[in-house]
Structures are given as structure tokens and as C-alpha cells.
């Protein structure tokens, strides 16, 4: 058996998994076959290993009996979780989720499961999940990283005249018209094994969809969708994302792709986590920034393309204190989204149902937010200029100026916050004015590099147009910003820099690599890489080469195969 | 693993040292007769096995208590015995060893044995067989040689004994005990057991009747016993993470039909049949197979058992067939896909 990944989303993967030199995209479902039973199916077969069939998996007998396997590669049981046994025997290359049926009982031990096994140095193994997977249930165990998932359930649910969609379980005889046109239901007989053909075919359905979702990256949505269907799966969802989030998170790109944020669980997704946390922990107002405006969002993104952000910044822009003063954006499900970050992902990637009404989350998460912003980044002033969101806002604070009246896009409120502009007394004492669009840039660079994006700016000069600009030092580029990518690109002097503050960094042994970094040169990668990071390529002090990471930092660390980092300069 | 180890959901008992946890009588079929069968039940200080960690299915010690004398011992024996009235086989069990001086002293032993020999009542107790020695029987031997002694082998395989079980003795230990009684003309009674833990149905099913076909060589009697589920044990944590069922009436069927080829008596009655605790079926045939195997046990008639096909049968055959694809430990597939939960 050999198991390559191919591509991420998050803790899901898509790979290739090759047995007797037959090979199947994962994540796939592993088809259970036995002498009286038999599915036609794509993908492996799951067997006895006394049937031999090639290309398809083998469980051996237990090790109760002198049965236990006698193949290399066969599927171990040993003494299935024996508390009087430690003895672990399999040698397939799989690894399982132990206590299959406590697991399936109890959320909080499912994911405890997934965190242990996806922070162990199986991590890269693929994953065997038995008698879980019910269609519906597909999108979600591969979210969490599964790879291989039985056909037990489809089995046991015809049996038990079942008929399984992606959506769950209805029971068969209550069936007046079959809601699927696959072969098995087009005959309109619902036997055990129409069923069962049935269930496959809905199961293949969705394993198709989740990979297409997989390699879109948007396998997190589908996942919000399906779980709607089974409580089971709403409450593991909801514990991953209180309970597992630093795995989530180390695992979710830096870059991804633009989503549609539609239910609770989405106000929980792994980068809108992120997002509000790297606001608190490396954010920064643009210094020379006196005047804090809090506006609301807007559906077009990027903000500023809008029209309402127009009018906003027209108004801004002529009451003369246009250098002094710095925009907010209060949104949901992101809280606030500075002027400057508004290309930053995923501020310009998600999209939301808006109904003028905020729930009490929402509220409860930008009131964190604008109060830790106006509490540590002391503004001399502060407006309120918001919609539907000047309630919970304007309750979080206190000493502030309110234009909007709860209407921000009107005449007079446009004319109030002008007016209320216009009218800030500016005391000439105020810091040496730099360049702002520097102080910006330096902004973004904090937020995507931390402590070493302020290195990144000093002494630095901005040419072009913003914000396609480039930074330049010593008359040497160090790095851009990109429209598109929403952040930094860095170029090898660039990159020095950051290997000198000691930060996103990956080690390799001394070559020079060429093409692409694979994982098998490296040595060591910094913890706060993340896919899609612009790292530096070191060996010693010396930077070998910048490029962009695909892989996490642990992922980087224990795999011997594929790309982890991709090079865009080399020394 | 943990977690097995403190489980404290027993049920508070009153504990009356001087009367027996339990008296009854029943019918016993033997060389050919329908005999009157009493039953005591004894509390003792419990099986020395339980005090090192005791059996993955047993929770019977829940009725022993500590400190409990040979002349307690002798009292609720005493008090019993009017109970019984004049039978022909008296059956002593004490949840643990009656050969274990430590459990049941001598002296209680002795006058247990006296009284038997004095009715002319055949004598069956039960032992592990470590307390089955040469010297021991040769002694209870001299007061009353009508006996039979039974012995939880459970099963004939050594692993399972050990890491299913956790019987604390060897095939090994079982076959020595065997021949020790065998030597003395002494009747052996072995206890088989259906579906230990962490074994499929079909598994349970191959490993009972090898079990059986090993004990019929040495063994008077045969009785198949069904693992139910008791409080506090390993196997009751098992099933309340729905990772056990008790066997199938179905598989106890087989078992018992499949020890005809072995010429030995055999009885069967499953404690806690039809019930979700013991072996059952799907709830519409249970009691016609229990019956079944209960009017078999008095008779030995093989007509009597069985009952016609049900339609769990046909999730039974297709349990026997998928189950030991599961992987990730075990599972009681038929709850967890059972059509009533949505």
C-alpha cells in the first residue's frame, strides 16, 4: 500500500492510495465485500483476507484465533481494544479511530479522537473510519481528515430497509415517489438489495462531491450543509471548532478560497477564528492615524469598490482630515476589518445573508472587538458612523460622536460626519506626519508576518500605485503587494529579513534548491507557517531561496514526499 | 486502556450473613432420570479471582461480603435447607470456589458434605480449577464420594481465556483439574461460554463449540452458558458504549446443536434470555427458543429445540458475515442501525 496527498483543505486531503498497483483518489469509500455478498463498486474493496482479491483492502481475522494475519499488508484487528492487551500488531500502514462505537455515541471522544490522531506522527497515514458513514455523514469525516470510510452502514441500513441520501435516513416503505434517479431506483423496488445498490450509488454521489469540494477548498460550506441533517454532526462540528481549533487552524491556508458564511457554525470557521485573534494579537492602527471612523460593510468586495464606501470616503476625504484619520469596517462574521486589510483574506472572500437583524452572537463578537480596539488603540477621537449595527456598537462604548443616526448612507449623515471632521481641532503637536501609505503597508505586513513585518518597513519606500505597490529598500525591491493575493510577496532580500527576526522560516540541509523545496530537505519549518505564507528558505543564516508553503510546518516536518514549499526566487 | 477499572454502579444490597443469597429447586436430568434438583446459593467472602481483578463478565461477587465465618457459612446453609425439602441432587454455589479453604473453610465444607452423605443427595458444587488438587478431592472424597464438580472453563482457547476473559488460568490449568477428577471417578461438569468480549458473533459461535468438543473428552455434563451483562463489569461498560451484544438466541441455538456430534450431555439456560442484558433475539421468537432449550436441558431431546425462522434471522446471518470487517475496536451493529432511532 502506498498513500500520496495530493492537495489540502484544511484537515482534509485529497490523495492516492495504491494497492497491487491499482490505484484510487481519496478521500474514498472502502466497499465491504464477503463470499455472500457483493457491490458492484469504483473504488477498493474491503474483504476478508481469505478472499483474495487484488487491489483491494484485507482485514485479517483477530488475534484470538490462528487466524491473524499472515500478510504483510492485510488490516490487523488484534484483540479489538482488549483492556487486557497493549499488544498493537497492525502493519498495514493505516491507522484507525479506536473505540469506534463510543466515539459514535459521544462527540467530545470523536474529537478527541480526530485531535489525537492528527497530531501524532500518523498524521500522514491514511485514515480508516469504520461503520460512521452514512452519506451524509461523508463531507464531514473527511473534513476532519478521514481518508478510507466503510460501506458498513450502508449495508446494515438496507437491511434495515433504509434508504440513505446525502441529506440522511428515511425509511424506505414511506417512499412514494423515489427521490433519486440512480439505476437501483428507476426500478422502484425497494428489496435489500435495491437498497443496497441504492445506498452505494448515494454514497459514491457524495464522495464525489466532497473531493470536487476538496480541491476547491470549499469542502467547509458543504460540510455547514450536511450537518443540518444529524445532531450527531452539528454537535462534533461545533466541538472541533471549540475544541480542536489550534489543529484546525494550523491546518487551514492563509489564502483561501471565498465563501458564503450562512449559518452559525460558519461565525466559527477555523480562519474567521484566526482572523479575529491575529487582530488582537498583531494589529496595530497606522501610526499618525488620530481619528477612528467605524463604518459599516458592504456587500460589494473589496469595500472600497462600493458605492456606499465611496460616499464614505468622499466625505472623508473632504473635511481635510483625511491623513488623521483611520477606517474601520464593523462586519459579520469577521468584527472589524481596518481600511487598510481589506484585501487581506478572507475580508474580501466571504459572503453573508443580511437581514438587518443581528443575533446575539454577532453582536457579542463585534462588541469584542470594537471595545478591545478603542480600548488599547487610543484614538483622540472616535465616530460612529454605522446601519444595522449602530446599536450593539454604540452600546460597547463610550465617548465617542455618533453621525450616522442609525442611517450612514444618507445626505445629512454623510454632511454630519464631514462636518464633525471638519470640525476636530488638530493641535500642531501632534507626531511628524510619515508616509501613510507606508504606514499601511507596514500594517499588513504586522498582520501577516508579526514582529518581523515591522522590520520588513523600516527604511523602506513605496513606488506605484496602491495596491499594486512595491516596496523598496537600499534601491533593492523587498517585496509587493498584490490586489489579488491580498498580501506581501516577498523577494530574497525580503526574505532576509525575516530570517534575521527569526520568523517563518524553513530550514533545509545545505543544497540549493532548485524548482521546488520537497519536504525530504526539510529540516526544520517554523511554527507559524501556514499554507499559503510567504516563507524564507534558510540554511544556517543564509537564505537559500523565498517561495510560498503548501504544506503546514508539521506536515512539512514529517513528510518525506511532495512540495512543500513553492519557490518563487532562489539565491 | 483505562477506565474499566472504577466502575462503581452496583446496586446497594442488604447482606445477611447467616442466610443464603438465594434457594430454589428445579428439575435435573440424570443417566436417563428427571430428578428434584435444590439450589443454594451461599454468600462468601467471593471469588479469590475477583480480588485480583476477577473475570471481564463476572459481577457475581456483588453478593459476597467480607469477613463472613464457617459458622455463617453452616447457618445459611441450616436455614436453607427446610427450603429444598427432599430432593436428589443438591446444587451449592457460592460465586467463587467451594474447594477454596480460604472461601468456604473446612469445617463449613465438612458439614456440608456430611449432610449430603447422610441424605444420600448427590452433591454438585463449583470450582476454578487451581483448588481442584489431588489431596483436596481425595479429602472431600472421604466424606461424600456422590459428587459433581464444575468448573468455568469458558473456553478452550488460551487467548481468550487471557485477553478476552481474563480467567486468570490456562487450558493448561482446566486439563489438569480434568484428569485429577477423572482419575477419582469424580463427575466434571465444565461450564462453556458464549460470546466473550471483543469477539464477533461468528467468532463467539466457532470458539463455544471448540470450547465443547474439548471439555466433552473429560466432561459428565456440558452446560453452555450465554454471557449476560452484569453490573460493574467490563463487559457492562462495553455495553453501555454499545460495543457488546449479548449472543443471539440464534448463535446459542447453534452452539448447542452443534455439541450433538460430541455424545456429552449438555444444558443450556440462558440467565437473563430474551432480555437486552442476555442473549436475545429480536423480541418475537425469543421465548420459543428459551423454552426450547430449557425443556432440552431436563431431557436431552433434540426435537425440542429450535423455533421456526424468524426474519431476525436474516440480520443475524448478515451480522455473522460483516461483522469482523469492523475496525476501531467492536460494536453492536445491530443497535446502532436499528430503524427506530429516527
Known sequence: MRFDLLGRDGLARRGVIEIDEQEYPTPTLATIGTEKLRVECKGPRLTYENISEPGGLRVSGSSFFDTDSHEEGAIRVGFRGSPYSDARTDKSGFVFLDNISSIMLDSSRFVEQIVKVKSSNSLLKPLLCSVAGFPH?????????????????LVMAARNGQYLTNHGIIDASSIKEMPCSCEACESDRRDLDHLL???????????????????HGKLRELVESRVRCDPWLVQNLRLMDITAYQLQEMHAPIKGAPFHAGSKESLNRPDITRWKMRIQERYHRPEGTRILVLIPCSARKPYSLSKSHKRFREAILTSGKAPIVHEVIVTSPLGIVPRELELFYPAKDYDIPVTGHWDRDEKHMVQELVSWLVSSEKYDLVISHLGDEQEPVNSSISDFVDTSGGDPGSRDSLNRLQEVLRDFDVDDRGPVRRSRNLEELRSICRFQFGPAGNALCDGAAIMGRWPNVRMVRDGQQIGMLTAERGMISLTLEGGKVLADAGSYRVEIDDFKPKGNLFAVGVKKADGEIRIGDDVAIVHGKEVRAVGVARMSPVEMELAQRGEAVHIRHAA | MTG?????????RRKDDGSAVAVWTEKEFLKGKLLDAGVIILRTGGCSHFHTGGCSMCGYNTVSKMGISAEHIVKQFERALPGIGDVQVLKIYTSGSFLDKAEVPEEAARRILEECSSRGMRLLVESRPEYVTGERVDQILSVHDDLEIAIGFESANDKVLRYSINKGFTVADYDLAADILNERKVDLRSYVLIKPPFLTEAEAIADAVATVKHAARTSATISINAVNVQKGTVVDKLWRNWAYRPPWLWSVLQVVRASE?????????????????????CGECDQTIIDGLKDFSISQ?????????????DMWNMILDIEGLVTGGTCDLQRFFRSQRR
Open chain 2, 301 to 313: 431431546n433434540r426435537s425440542r429445540l429450535g423455533s421456526k425462522d424468524c426474519s431476525c434471522k
Open chain 1, 197 to 215: 445498490r441504492h445506498n452505494q450509488s448515494a454514497a459514491e454521489s457524495e464522495m464525489r462531491l466532497v473531493r470536487h469540494a476538496i480541491d
Open chain 2, 261 to 281: 456430534d460430541f455424545g456429552v450431555k449438555v444444558v443450556c439456560d440462558p440467565v437473563g434470555g430474551g432480555s437486552i442484558r442476555g442473549a436475545h433475539n
Open chain 1, 137 to 153: 455523514r461523508l463531507a464531514f469525516l473527511a473534513y476532519c481528515g478521514v481518508d478510507v470510510i466503510d460501506t458498513i452502514p
Open chain 2, 4 to 12: 474499566f477499572e472504577s466502575d462503581s454502579c452496583r446496586r446497594p
